[in-house]
């Protein structure tokens, strides 16, 4: 018996609920959450341990992420990404009622042997950010290990840290080793390597739900930091202006390369055959068309195109603008 065919797959939301999160993936993203304050992260699209994401509708409904990539890699990834043993990427939605941790996240080898898990360089596109928020990303100029070391261990770590205005539709680059924390009031969404490997430098004082501080991972913060970075700043993205809509190249690293549709009337085709493709719902909502169907993009949900899809009409309902994630080609 055939197969069933690949379609734009939507996957169920994976809740996490920590001490900074809100409501917000609610209240602006229209997520279904409990009733709990705390809601911080919606994994979109997951096969991290035993968080794997699983087919919300269509004829593979309850059908997961990992069986597709065991059963189905071609179909999936695409043929240069078929011998993968874990899809690539995780996707989240975040929403920082409270101001994260500053962490940084190790590089393919110290994940590896640090953590047992893979290297993660990550990007952010800001959805939603109140009035006075702040992004810290990198390092000033001219801080040293030894004198971050030093930091680190006294807890005077914030004004070592580069940090700008949070805004709206700001895309900002987060390479393995760059020292990082999302201010509060920042809702963003989130492409990642498929880890997380998290170590956590400063936690602003904070106690967590047991009424104790939570643990931090200073040596290991210290070794994974690159200090020849230095500050970070939001993309300046390359725009290119089509018919029937403008898309603007944002980050791009070994990983991921994201670029940015704003959809007009016409709409665009989105999507590729030799390797899947994410979408994410950023303003408005969009209409992507494939084999006879519609499947619905709003802000704040997520599609993956899987490469035997191929190339789909993306149209909006009025205006829309959304994200699409490819992994590079390695040649």
């Known amino acids: 018996m055939a197969a069933t065919p690949l379609y734009p797959l939507r996957f169920a939301p994976i809740f996490k609920r920590m001490i900074w999160g809100g409501r917000r993936l609610h209240t602006l993203l229209e997520k279904p959450i409990g009733p ?16 794997v994401s ?18 189905r890699p071609a179909e999936l990834l695409g043929a240069e990404l078929a011998g993968a043993k874990q899809f690539p990427l995780l996707v989240k939605f975040l929403d920082a009622h409270q101001v994260l941790s500053v962490q940084v996240h190790p590089d393919d080898e110290l994940g590896r042997r640090l953590a047992n898990d893979n290297g993660k360089t990550e990007a952010w596109i800001v959805l939603h950010a109140e009035p006075g928020s702040v992004i810290y990303a990198g390092l000033r100029p001219g801080v040293t290990r030894e004198r971050f070391a030093s930091a680190v261990e006294s807890g005077e770590v914030e004004p070592l840290l580069h940090h ?7 895309c900002v680059m987060i390479p393995a080793g760059t020292v990082h924390a999302i201010g509060a009031g920042v809702v963003l969404a989130e492409i990642q390597q498929m880890s997380d490997a998290t170590f ?12 104790k501080p939570r643990p931090l991972h200073l040596s290991q913060a210290i070794e ?6 230095g500050p970070v ?38 999507g590729r055959t030799d390797r899947f493709t994410l979408l994410l719902g950023l303003e408005g909502e969009a209409e992507v068309r494939h084999d006879g169907r519609s499947h619905g993009l709003k802000r704040g949900q997520t599609l993956l195109l899987p490469a035997s899809v191929g190339p789909c009409d993306a149209r909006p309902r009025g205006t829309a603008t959304v994200l699409s994630c490819v992994v590079p080609c390695r040649s």
């Open 36 to 51: 709990e304050p705390d809601y911080a992260e919606s994994w979109e699209v997951s096969d991290h341990g035993r968080d």
């Open 164 to 170: 700008f205005p949070a805004r709206a539709g700001d």
């Open 200 to 211: 956590r430098v400063y936690d602003w004082g904070r106690v967590g739900t047991d009424g």
């Open 233 to 270: 700043d939001p993309i300046s993205p390359a725009l290119e202006t089509a018919l029937g809509a403008c898309r603007e190249r944002l980050a791009q690293c070994p990983y991921f390369a994201l670029e940015r549709w704003t959809l007009r009337s016409e709409g665009a085709a989105i």
């Open 54 to 71: 699983t087919i919300a509708e269509g004829p593979l409904a309850g059908t997961t992420l990992r069986d597709l990539l065991r059963d």
């Open 224 to 229: 994974s930091t690159d200090y020849q970075t």
